[in-house]
C-alpha cells in the first residue's frame, strides 16, 4: 500500500493544517505495520520506546514520510522460572506426600489403682470417663462384674456396678478380706452381692434441688443383701438375721468406707446399707447403722381351736361353776361350815315417865 500526502489531500480536501493532520495520521499507521531492521534502534527503542517518537525533538513529517521503528519486549532471560510450573505426576497422585505427618495424641496412661486391680482381684473393664450433665460423673471408671476370691471363685455383682476405681477396688477388698470368712464361719460362702444402686446422675435422697450425691459422682454403692451358694441370702437390715453377724458387718464396713448409712439414719436407707468414700475435712467419717433387736411376737388375733380330747361344754361348766363355788366357801374363815356371829342385841329405847301433879 503506497501513501502520500497528494493522494490524502485528494480524499480529505482541508487547509494547510489538514494536510499536516493527514500527515500525521498517515504516519502512525505506519508506525504499527512497519517493523524495524536495526538492531541498534531496537535496544534504544526498548529502553526509551517513545522518546523517539515524542521526545523533544520530534521528527518532521511535513511533505514526507520518515520511517520510525517498534519496539520490542526484551527477551526472556534462560534462567527465569516459567510463569505456571507444573507439578510432578507424582506429586498429583501424591499432593500430602511432602506435608510433615501429624502426630497422634498419646493415650491416658492407666492410673496405679486400674493397675493394681487386675483380674486376680476382680473382673472390671475400664469405661469411659463420663462428664455432665453438670457436676456428674467421673474419672478413672471401671464396671464391676464379678469378686475373684483367693480360691478363684467369683462373687458375681448383680447388676454390674459403674464404680470410680478406687471405690470398686475398696469393695472388692471388703468382700474379700471381711464378708468371705464371716459367711464360711455359717458353713457356706457368697454367690452373688445384690447391688441396689451404684452411678446415677441424682441428688442426695433423690431430693430435687438437693446436694449432688456422691453416686452422682460414681463413688457410691447401695448393699441390699448376700446371696449364699446354698441358696440362703442375708439381707443386711433384716431384723431376724443374727444380731451378731449384723454387728460385725457393721464394724467392719465402718473401718472400711468413709460414710456408712443404714437403719436409724434417716428413713430413706431402711432397706439397704449406703457405702461410699467421700472425702472430708480432718478424714471425718460417718458411721450411722442401728442394729435393731428382732420384733416382738404379736398375739393372734383369733382363738385357738378346741381340743379334741376336752369334754362337752356343758359338763365343762357345771365342773367350772362347782370349782368356782368351792374356791368361794374355801375362802370363808372356818371353813365352809363355819356359822356368822351372832346379831347384836338393838338398845331399846327409853320410856316415857308421868309426871306426878
Known amino acids: 500500500m503506497n501513501f502520500n500526502a497528494e493522494k490524502s489531500s485528494r480524499k480529505w480536501p482541508c487547509s494547510r493544517f489538514g494536510r499536516t493532520g493527514a500527515a500525521m495520521v498517515t504516519a502512525a499507521a505506519a508506525l504499527w505495520l512497519c517493523l524495524s531492521t536495526d538492531p541498534a534502534a531496537a535496544r534504544r527503542s526498548a529502553l526509551d520506546p517513545w522518546g523517539e517518537l515524542f521526545g523533544a525533538r520530534p521528527p518532521k513529517l511535513r511533505g514526507t514520510l520518515h520511517r520510525v521503528t517498534v519496539p520490542l519486549p526484551r527477551p526472556r532471560p534462560a534462567e527465569a522460572p516459567s510463569a505456571q510450573p507444573e507439578k510432578p505426576a507424582a506429586d498429583k497422585q501424591a499432593p500430602e506426600a511432602d506435608k510433615p505427618a501429624e502426630q497422634a495424641a498419646p493415650a491416658p496412661q492407666p492410673s496405679a489403682c486400674r493397675l493394681a486391680l487386675t483380674e486376680a482381684i476382680a473382673i472390671a473393664p475400664s469405661v469411659p470417663d463420663i462428664h455432665g450433665p453438670g457436676d456428674c460423673g467421673g474419672e478413672d471408671l471401671v464396671r464391676l462384674e464379678a469378686i475373684v476370691l483367693p480360691d478363684k471363685r467369683r462373687v458375681a455383682v448383680k447388676p454390674a456396678a459403674i464404680l470410680r476405681c478406687a471405690m470398686a477396688s475398696a469393695i472388692a477388698d471388703w468382700v ?58 442375708i ?115 327409853p320410856q316415857p315417865t308421868k309426871k306426878r301433879r
Not at 452422682?216 to 451358694?229: I, M, P, S, T
Not at 451378731?244 to 448409712?261: I, K, P
Not at 430413706?268 to 457405702?275: G, M, P, R, T, W
Open 235 to 349: 439381707s443386711l437390715t433384716d431384723r431376724t438375721v443374727a444380731r451378731e453377724l449384723r454387728e460385725t458387718v457393721l464394724h467392719t464396713a465402718c473401718a472400711r468406707f468413709s460414710t456408712v448409712l443404714g437403719p436409724g439414719s434417716d428413713w430413706y436407707h431402711e432397706d439397704h446399707i449406703h457405702l461410699d468414700l467421700m472425702e472430708r475435712r480432718s478424714n471425718y467419717r460417718i458411721c450411722q447403722w442401728n442394729i435393731w433387736d428382732p420384733l416382738p411376737q404379736v398375739a393372734p388375733l383369733l382363738p385357738a381351736e378346741r381340743p379334741e380330747e376336752a369334754p362337752p361344754r356343758e359338763v365343762a361348766e357345771k365342773a367350772d361353776a362347782k370349782a368356782q363355788a368351792g374356791k368361794s366357801d374355801a375362802a370363808a374363815p372356818g371353813g365352809a361350815e363355819a356359822k356368822s356371829p351372832p346379831a347384836k342385841p338393838e338398845p331399846k329405847k
Open 176 to 233: 474379700r478380706t471381711d464378708m468371705v470368712p464371716l459367711v464360711a464361719s455359717l458353713g457356706s460362702t457368697i454367690s452373688d452381692l445384690d447391688n441396689f444402686d451404684s452411678f446415677e446422675c441424682r441428688g442426695r435422697n433423690r431430693i430435687v434441688g438437693a446436694r449432688l450425691s456422691e453416686h452422682g459422682r460414681a463413688n457410691a454403692l447401695d448393699v441390699r443383701a448376700f446371696k449364699l451358694a446354698n441358696g440362703r441370702s
